[in-house]
T-cell receptor, first 117, second 119 residues
Framework: AQTVTQSQPEMSVQEAETVTLSCTYD???????LFWYKQPPSRQMILVIR??????QNATENRFSVNFQKAAKSFSLKISDSQLGDTAMYFC??????????????FGTGTRLQVTL | NAGVMQNPRHLVRRRGQEARLRCSPV?????VYWYRQLPEEGLKFMVY????????ESGMPKERFSAEFPKEGPSILRIQQVVRGDSAAYFC?????????????????FGAGSRLTVL
């Protein structure tokens, strides 16, 4: 079974600064997909960024980028130029490769990020 | 184009009552997933359904919990004889039909969740 570990329960960053959230995972699969989801106080789950394991290039989405280290099974999220609206819980998630139908996600326990003035 | 709609947003039940949570997927999405989030925890997979079929219910408790996705209407997550430990946020997500190995990851679209409180 796959497991996803987020070892930082809480983090704080000042507005305009850069912060990195850590995520490690365990799997025996060689191809898979990794995601970061954001959950603001509204509780809505919002996709931030995704990475396909067979792609060497790290994914980027505007101020959000990942550092994907496949051998180390590490998938960290970097938020640049942090904004107050980035305050949220951030969840790392793993999806197995195509098995016919399922697109089941396995989530980590989350990191609560607080952006301060 | 509406996203995933869940209702009610908040539901309060007394121990022993039944809870019914509804989920309308994104228009055109044929797959529905239910996840449960206990306080201060991540989301845990419960069940995966297609229209009129349960595909994977490996995360569902064996008793009191059931789910359906009828041909017409929303998906329903039903919890009978609720207990305090059922208090949680229940999230529904939907995705389109996955076409094959080269189609990449299915991105799940989540609803805003239904928060169940059992008194």
């Amino acid at each position: 079974a796959q497991t996803v570990t987020q070892s930082q329960p809480e983090m704080s960053v000042q507005e305009a600064e850069t912060v990195t959230l850590s995520c490690t995972y365990d799997t025996s699969e060689s191809n898979y997909y990794l995601f970061w989801y954001k959950q603001p106080p509204s509780r809505q789950m919002i996709l931030v960024i995704r990475q396909e394991a067979y792609k060497q290039q790290n994914a980027t989405e505007n101020r959000f980028s990942v550092n994907f280290q496949k051998a180390a099974k590490s998938f960290s999220l970097k938020i640049s130029d942090s904004q107050l609206g980035d305050t949220a819980m951030y969840f790392c998630a793993f999806m197995r490769p195509y098995t016919g139908t399922a697109s089941k996600l396995t989530f980590g326990t989350g990191t609560r990020l607080q952006v301060t003035l | 184009n509406a996203g995933v709609m869940q209702n009610p947003r908040h539901l309060v039940r007394r121990r022993g009552q039944e809870a019914r949570l509804r989920c309308s997927p994104v228009k055109g999405h044929s797959h529905v997933y239910w996840y449960r989030q206990l306080p201060e925890e991540g989301l845990k997979f419960m069940v995966y359904l297609q229209k009129e079929n349960i595909i994977d219910e490996s995360g569902m408790p064996k008793e009191r919990f059931s789910a359906e996705f009828p041909k017409e209407g929303p998906s329903i997550l039903r919890i009978q004889q609720v207990v305090r430990g059922d208090s949680a946020a229940y999230f529904c997500a939907s995705s389109p039909l996955r076409q094959g190995p080269s189609s990449g990851a299915n991105v799940l679209t989540f609803g805003a969740g239904s928060r169940l409180t059992v008194l």
